[in-house]
């Protein structure tokens, strides 16, 4: 009787677990194949639209066609560098949502931004002899920036709000130079206003070069970390008690958000609202759990980007418009729709 | 001996928390530390946590001082339930209660057969088996508290921790908890610390009452020996009856009134 009973629980059990687990898994093809699509989305439209047949083509078998020439240097470097910027925007706003407890926190908040484009202002206005050094600036600003933050808000460990709170100072404070820098030099402000909106046009093989090591490194620790993510959401005494170094924890993940947000910022100037954004999507879509979350994060960011980009080069072609502008306007009604229908209980 | 403080001092700025306190524990004995508000318990339950460090004295746990011990080598003997905590609303039972193996857990952080087996029984143990696959935002008080000591539990500790565990729940499941203290402490020999607001609660279900008064221990004895009229007045500052619940072979208090100063 009893063995029969505990076999019950079990198979009960063992059956609604697979469920569970299987629509994760559901919902992360799913993603995964909105991925593809915006991936030959993009590849496929332009200025001349290519079949996905053709695609295939230029990039396997024929290479000497206007076809190759264009796919393989000017969109491909393209759409794989806006991927790469989406996943590393997306998961760094996911790692700060979870370590700082806050579902406001994005790579802005840490600095990433006001560092970033305070130092590749810099660069641009007084030393424009230097431009090609403001990627490196850039994530030089980042680092540098997300490091002061921390130093600032440590006293006796580091309590997330205080780091919130450090961070907005600290921004509104580099924010004040670079104001001030624009105001001076009003004659060189043109050439750096493109850094800040943020922008992938002209963005080809050396920006994915410089961009795929620290993206991948960062992805790759980041993947680690997902289970010492899910404990330290759960405050800092229970993480501890658990056996987990809650201050050292939460300096690499801090430090990792930045290093993934800062290598996008280098590379594509200051694009807001993926950090927040896509891991907000994706915690609606499959739950909290970092185990699925930070796929589904990566996922999503890489097809919100393509995607954006794509439209944000088509829809007034040959004008392009600035790929945070289309994420803004496509993205926060989106948001916002998913929101709601959540409340209702269908998602 | 299975824990020892001593000499445990605490300052925060210039304000003295915790003055030269000592304490012994039994393995297997239910303790708990009782006292008015602000005067250190929940200090004491952080440090005995390795959650704090003092600035004076040292904890041992079987006769090692904890101040350098690995923290998944303390988490494997020491379970701590703190009273502030979060968790995502869409957790399952079952997940946060197999957080309670990351200790034991080797670098690939993988749940082995054996983890599975103990998450099951910690969560038998504790009556939370039915919940497994509900989320957490879903349970009622009681539920929810129950299913974070099956945590603690997994960690399959020596001794475990309580801060106020009874505090903000309703009297059914006031009951419920400090049962499950006293089942878990019974069958499993678990020895257990914790910090109560409810003398009547502490005095029911303990072995041995600490009371810590003006930063200090100002009693300590047995649990049904130690209330005494000068005992109530002199560490929570009031006069009450004291008489003896026949059902349960302990005594129990009424207040009647707050004495002036």
New interface residues.
């Given amino acids: 009787m009893e063995t029969a009973k505990k076999l019950n629980v079990w198979s009960l059990k063992n059956s609604k677990f697979s469920l569970i687990l299987n629509r994760k898994l559901a919902i992360l093809f799913f993603l995964a194949f909105l991925c593809l699509g915006s991936l030959l989305f993009s590849i496929s439209k332009g200025a001349l639209d290519i079949t996905v047949g053709e695609v295939y083509r230029a990039i396997f078998i024929e290479r000497n066609t206007v076809n190759h020439q264009i796919i393989w240097n000017v969109r491909l470097p393209r759409t794989l560098v806006a991927g790469l910027v989406g996943i590393c925007l997306s998961l760094s706003g996911a790692i700060l949502q979870g370590v700082m407890r806050n579902p406001l926190a994005a790579p802005n908040i840490i600095g990433v931004s006001s560092g970033a484009g305070l130092m590749a202002y810099i660069i641009m206005i007084l030393f424009p002899s230097y431009y090609y050094l403001v990627p490196i600036g850039a994530f030089v600003g980042a680092l540098l920036a997300t490091l002061l933050i921390y130093l600032l808000a440590w006293k006796d460990g580091i309590q997330p709000t205080r780091m919130i709170l450090a961070g907005v100072a600290v921004s509104s404070f580099l924010s004040a130079w670079i104001n001030s820098l624009m105001i001076f030099f009003p004659d060189r402000v043109v050439g750096v206003i493109g850094f800040m909106v943020g922008g992938l046009s002209t963005r080809t093989w050396p920006h994915f070069n410089v961009l795929w090591p620290y993206a991948s490194l960062g992805i790759a620790i980041t993947f680690l970390f997902s289970k010492k993510l899910n404990i330290l959401t759960l405050g800092d005494e229970a993480a501890n008690n658990l056996g987990i170094h809650v201050e050292r924890t939460r300096l690499i993940l801090i430090a990792l958000a930045s290093l993934l947000a800062g290598s996008a910022v280098s590379v594509v100037g200051l694009l807001g609202f993926v950090g927040l954004i896509v891991p907000h999507t994706a915690r609606l879509l499959i739950g909290s759990d970092y185990r699925y979350l930070f796929p589904a994060t990566a996922i999503l960011g890489a097809t919100t980007v393509i995607f954006c980009d794509t439209i944000a080069r088509v829809i007034l072609s040959p004008i392009e418009i600035p790929v945070g502008i289309i994420m803004s306007l496509l993205g926060a009604p989106f948001f916002l729709y998913l929101l709601r229908e959540r409340r209702r209980g269908i998602l | 001996m299975i824990l020892t403080v001593d000499g445990i001092c605490m300052k925060f700025k210039e304000k003295v928390i915790l003055d030269n306190v000592n304490l012994s524990v039994e393995k297997g004995e239910v303790v708990s530390i009782v006292g008015p508000n602000g005067c250190g318990k929940s200090t004491l339950l ?1 440090i005995l ?3 704090l460090s003092p600035q004076k004295g040292n904890v041992c746990l079987h006769g090692k001082s904890i101040k350098h011990m ?7 003997k ?5 009273q ?9 039972v ?2 946060l209660v197999s ?2 193996r ?2 034991h857990l080797g670098f690939s ?1 993988r749940l082995k057969a054996m983890d599975l087996e103990i998450v099951d029984w910690a969560m038998d143990k504790t009556r939370v ?2 919940l ?2 509900r989320t957490v935002n879903t349970l009622s008080g009681g539920e929810a508290q129950r299913t974070w000591i099956a945590m ?1 539990l997994a ?1 399959r500790p020596d001794i475990l921790l309580l801060d106020e565990p009874t505090t903000f729940l309703d009297i059914s499941f006031q009951l419920e908890v400090m049962e499950l203290i006293k089942e878990l402490n019974q069958t499993l020999g678990l020895t257990i610390i914790m910090v109560l607001h409810d003398i009547n609660q502490a005095v029911r279900y303990s072995h041995k009452i600490y009371a810590l008064k003006n930063s200090t221990i100002s009693h300590h004895g047995h649990a049904h020996q130690i209330l005494s009229h000068q005992f109530l007045s002199g560490v929570f500052n009031i006069d009450a009856d004291i008489f003896t619940d026949d059902k349960n072979n302990c005594p129990y208090i009424i207040p009647q009134r707050v004495k002036k100063l």
Avoid at chain 2, 78 to 82: D, G, K, S
């Fill in positions: 952080k946590s390795r959650n690995k923290p998944k080598d303390l988490a494997k020491l379970a701590f339930l703190p502030s905590r979060s968790v995502s609303s869409d957790f399952s079952e997940t957080y309670g990351y200790p952080n088996l039915e497994r696959n603690a960690q």
